[in-house]
């Protein structure tokens, strides 16, 4: 089962490093970044910063202290620290599991979507017909290979995609007429393009939004489950020495040169050397028929398209492996039948991957507007759930179970309802919603744990709680 | 520079380098384990 999960804790540093960056870089980063770049220009260039830093932030803040305690108590995935910090066997454990589980269906659906995007350019295939190839073949090897398969195929998947962002973005941005061109092009278009943000009615990129963006990107993506579990395969503490740099330097590159693609994009629509098709979520293709207007060959299109693949697969695989362990081990062997067997867990875990790309499969039926809003909105739901119970539980010794329950609840609750209220236009937020969930999980979280006991001396020992990353 | 207002070119140059130095910062004064 370890094998299976946690890659039998052997993960080293190019692998984990490459698994990381495979992990956050997903079809959302190739087609929703750029497709973001082409709609909104350059006020939304703090995108580039704040991913990247978010494997930097998930390594330093979380995965110094959790892999060393993983370590000692032998702990699967991050709802086993949860339990143990909090004392919660059930509650907590179960109900991260579950916000766990939702917010990785819903990302996973943004993925499909992506796979879609791909297969419908190339071979012109349906949009229902692309999302079933997709998933067959990412669902195939994840159940047969659990996190062996998934680190191993990331890893070639991770190399695929740097070398492929590094060739095609370039070519793209010197076929729109270069850098200072694209730029003086969309200044033209409109001189807000190149702002760092913006002001005024009807602004979305405004500083307090990005501010709550940033956040959001850098801390939610952080405690993704996806990204946080591969933490505890890592093999020795010290491929965090340099991890964070490394991964943060690679993804940068790729991250900027796939905004400035998008930005390429505006150029190539503005001279009618590339027309968009007519669909709804149009600017999520700028990519791919970027690449066709920079390379008029059809071998380098596959060659495109495969990468672009590898770059969904790597989030999407993971992510399925991810609701296969939180729904097999914290919710069916930690609370509905503690005495199960590993191999009925692990078939437990096949089983639930399989429901969980079918589900997936349905809600991915129809396309959202913009890819990448589907995906804030899941990092976001992470964000409001999970990043107040995680950092207090790691650094805050008066944080406690009732605390956590009741900012885990509130995070998720309100993030629902905040979420709803933005995607329904009800009230027009300043700030992305998952902050004000946040804000209301990291005040529920002082007043229920100042109001309640706190954990005992030897939990607080055991997990290293304190306000240090190493001792 | 580049075609960008000096503001964002600033901004976002600066902010960029900034974490760059501090993640070196860290790599530079983690304390390795022996294996």
Redesign the interface.
């Known amino acids: 089962m370890s094998d299976y999960v946690v890659a039998g804790r052997s993960l080293d540093f190019w692998v984990f490093t490459l698994l990381m960056i495979g992990s956050v870089c997903s079809g959302m980063s190739l087609l929703g970044v750029s497709g973001l770049g082409y709609k909104f220009a350059?006020p939304t260039?703090?995108e580039q910063?704040a991913v990247p830093?978010s494997i930097?932030f998930c390594i330093?803040f979380f995965g110094v202290k959790m892999h060393t305690v993983a370590k000692k108590s032998g702990y699967m995935t991050v709802q086993d620290y949860l339990a143990h910090r909090f004392e919660s066997q059930t509650a907590l454990r179960g109900m991260s599991a579950s916000a766990g589980i939702i917010v990785s269906m819903i990302y996973l659906a943004g993925q499909y979507t992506a796979i879609s995007i791909v297969l419908m350019w190339l071979w012109g295939l349906p949009h229902w017909m692309a999302l079933l190839i997709g998933a067959a073949i990412v669902t195939f090897y994840t159940v047969i290979g659990g996190l062996y398969a998934v680190a191993w195929t990331t890893l070639v998947q991770g190399l695929m995609l740097i070398i492929g962002v590094l060739i095609m973005a370039p070519l793209v941005i010197m076929a729109a007429g270069g850098?200072?061109?694209?730029?003086?092009v969309m200044?033209a278009v409109n001189p807000t393009n190149?702002?760092?943000w913006v002001t005024g009615a009807g602004a979305v990129f405004t500083p307090e939004y990005i501010f709550s963006f940033a956040l959001l990107l850098t801390i939610g993506l952080a405690c993704a489950p996806h990204v946080i579990n591969n933490i505890l395969s890592v093999k020795?503490?010290?491929t965090?020495?340099?991890a964070?740099?490394v991964a943060?330097?690679i993804y940068?590159v790729v991250m900027f040169l796939l905004k400035f693609t998008g930005f390429a994009g505006i150029v190539l629509v503005n001279d009618g050397i590339i027309q968009l098709p007519k669909v709804a979520n149009a600017q999520d293709f700028i990519f791919v028929y970027g690449v066709q207007a920079a390379m008029p060959n059809i071998f380098m299109w596959g060659i495109f398209a495969v990468i672009v693949l590898a770059a969904v697969m790597s989030t999407t695989d993971r992510l399925m492996l991810t609701i296969g362990t939180y729904f097999s081990w914290d919710i069916y062997k930690k609370i509905l039948k503690p005495g199960a067997p590993d191999k009925e867990v692990l078939l437990v875990s096949q089983i639930s991957v399989f429901v969980a790309a079918l589900v997936t499969l349905l809600l991915a039926i129809t396309p959202p507007d913009m890819l990448v809003w589907l995906i804030w909105a899941g990092i976001g739901i992470m964000f409001a759930t999970f990043a107040v119970p995680m950092l207090s539980g790691l650094y805050w010794r008066r944080a406690t179970r009732e605390g956590a329950l009741v900012s885990m609840a509130l995070g998720l609750i309100t993030s629902l309802v905040f979420g709803g209220i933005s995607y329904f236009k009800l009230v027009k937020l300043p700030m992305h919603f998952s902050f004000y969930a946040f804000v209301i999980a990291v005040v529920a979280m002082i007043v229920v744990s100042l109001m309640t006991k706190q954990t005992n001396e030897k939990v607080l020992a055991e997990t290293m709680t304190g306000w240090y990353i190493?001792k | 520079m580049f075609g960008l207002p000096t503001i964002t070119t600033v901004l976002v140059g600066g902010a960029f380098l900034l974490i760059i130095i501090a993640l070196l910062y860290w790599g530079l004064t983690f304390k390795e384990i022996p294996s």
């Open positions: 350059w260039i703090w910063l830093l930097a330093i850098f200072t061109h694209i730029n003086e200044a190149v702002d760092p020795n503490v010290n965090f020495k340099w964070p740099l943060f330097g940068a190493r």
